[in-house]
């Protein structure tokens, strides 16, 4: 992964003051807002919505990282975009004049059409911490399959809403086996630095790491990871670190140092919000439906796709059906809800001659989480940032790399928390069950036992040299591993398997994958970079040949 150690020097021997400056030159040239109000956000609420039997040349479904750079490209180059979300505008604020709940008091805003909260933390010194709450289209949805949790972000925004903003990109040796139809040069030439530039990726100040009240958790994982002679890495991000600063001097609203994560950032976080969607919008040419469902995309009869399409309110509730014609359509709903959505068009005949890969290659980058419990002299602070900003290296060896991740519960914990991305070959499979008119997943719960393998390979080392133990009160009554979960799901519509080598599925001319469906399971590091990168390759070469 392209990450900054902690040493001068990092592996491929450029120096870390380089390192900083090149991303800081990177943020210069695009310009980015460090942080945005309840207000700006405000300002950008979309036009009206779509039209019952509109006409129009591309449609988006849904409005993450593949979605937002399509909209954006296509824009530029002179196409309308409409895009249909799910999710809410997240452009209001509450009762509390925040768009966003803080973590540690979740309330309707907090999770997607459930009466009661489901944590990935569900426990915490013995007592379960899960609340009851009004049933809303709020902004993490925990999707509940057969063998795991997928957590999604549900709104405008996609995942970037709802994520902790690690900008990661993977070390070059392993990216042959991330995707392995991609050539490798394009990508680290021109795509991985054109998304991050997009993103506006940026890496923590090293000196203010050190003297940080808020990353006393992250020095105290640092020391541990190298008393066990493991690499520590700084990992970029997209949060403004000038704002993170003045939160710690109290000079302006906390929203990092107030554990703001789960459920949104109200301030300092750079969402697709304030990046490649503002863009999209600034063209004139872009439209967003929020709180619209796309149900099924059938060739039209004149040319291009009927789409029909839900508009739902925010309980949930269907209140209008329509149905507009596109002539080109991408799909963009994430790795489980274009997953979902290809499979049901497949199985139902709306788009019978997708091929049979559709739904296959699906995977949850190999995410586990643990907590230790530290001993007294090593205590983890009362205030802690809840922006991870590094992780420990044992890929080569072990097949994980472990983010230091925070406990912002306002108490002093002594805990130190991870989670865990691994090498794990297990890949399941989306499929329509008719009868229950719904899409299916047959991920095992027992291969989650090869990520805990590979995570044991960082943490039983280091409890051994510190003398410290796992905490078991974090998951459930005496259980050690977050294993029920994923933060990343990838795959379900594989690049060079359901679809060309560029997200063109194949039977249908003018439909196209361009999110984490395309990936195969895994990518060694936070996704959400490599899903941005591929994106624009892959957008550049739909606008260069089928436009």
Known sequence: MSVTPVCSTGSDGVSRRRFIAGTSSILGAVA????????????????????????????????GYGGSVAALRLAEAGV????????????????????????????????????????????????????????????????????????????????????????????????????????????????????NAGLGVNTI???????????????????????????????????????????????????????????GNNYG??????????RARATGRVTISPLHKVTSVTPAAGGGYTVTIDQINTTGDTTATKSVTADKVFFAAGSVGTSKLLVKLKATGALPRLNGEIGKGWGDNGNVMCGRANHLWDPTGKLQS?????????????????????????????????????????????????????????????????????????????????????????????KIWGDHLTYHPLGGAVLGKATDNYGRLAGYPGLYVIDGALIPGNTSVNPFVTITALAERNIDKVIATDL
């Open 32 to 63: 980015l807002a460090g942080h945005t109000t309840s207000a700006a956000r405000a300002d950008s609420v979309a036009a009206a919505p779509i039209p019952d039997g509109a006409k129009v040349p591309v449609l988006v479904i849904g409005t």
């Open 386 to 478: 809840s922006i991870p900003t590094a992780g420990i290296d044992n890929w080569a060896a072990g097949g994980a790399f472990a983010e230091v991740a925070p406990l912002p519960t306002g108490i002093e914990t002594y805990a130190s928390f991870y989670l865990s991305i691994t090498k794990t070959p297990h890949r399941a499979e989306f499929t329509w069950n008719s009868a229950a008119n719904r899409a299916e997943l047959n991920w095992q719960t027992a291969w989650k036992q090869t990520s805990i393998d590979a995570a044991k390979t960082i943490f039983d080392k280091i409890n051994s040299k510190e003398g410290t133990i796992y905490r078991t009160d974090l998951f459930g009554t005496y």
């Open 205 to 263: 100040d090293p000196n203010w790491f050190e003297t940080a009240e808020c990353y006393q958790y992250a020095r105290v994982g640092r020391k541990h990871a190298q008393r066990s002679n493991f690499a520590f890495t700084f990992v970029p991000d997209v949060y403004d670190w000038d704002y993170m600063k003045k939160e710690q001097a109290g000079t302006v609203p906390k929203s990092a140092l107030a554990g703001e994560i789960l459920y």
């Open 80 to 195: 309308d975009v409409q895009m249909v979300e799910m999710g809410k505008a997240w452009d209001t604020p509450g009762s509390d004049g925040k768009i966003f709940a803080n973590t540690t008091t979740p309330d309707l805003r907090s999770f997607w059409l459930r009466t009661r909260t489901k944590q990935p933390i569900s426990n915490f010194l013995g007592f379960p911490i899960d609340k009851d709450v009004p049933r809303h289209t709020g902004i993490l949805d925990a999707e509940e399959f057969g063998g795991i949790i997928v957590y999604q972000g549900r709104g405008v925004g996609g995942g970037s809403l709802v994520n902790g903003g690690m900008a990661v990109t993977p070390k070059r040796e392993n990216f042959a086996a991330v995707l392995p139809t991609v050539d490798a040069g394009e990508m680290y030439g021109t795509y991985y630095p054109r998304a």
């Open 269 to 278: 976080k750079k969402s697709l919000q304030q990046t490649y969607i503002a």
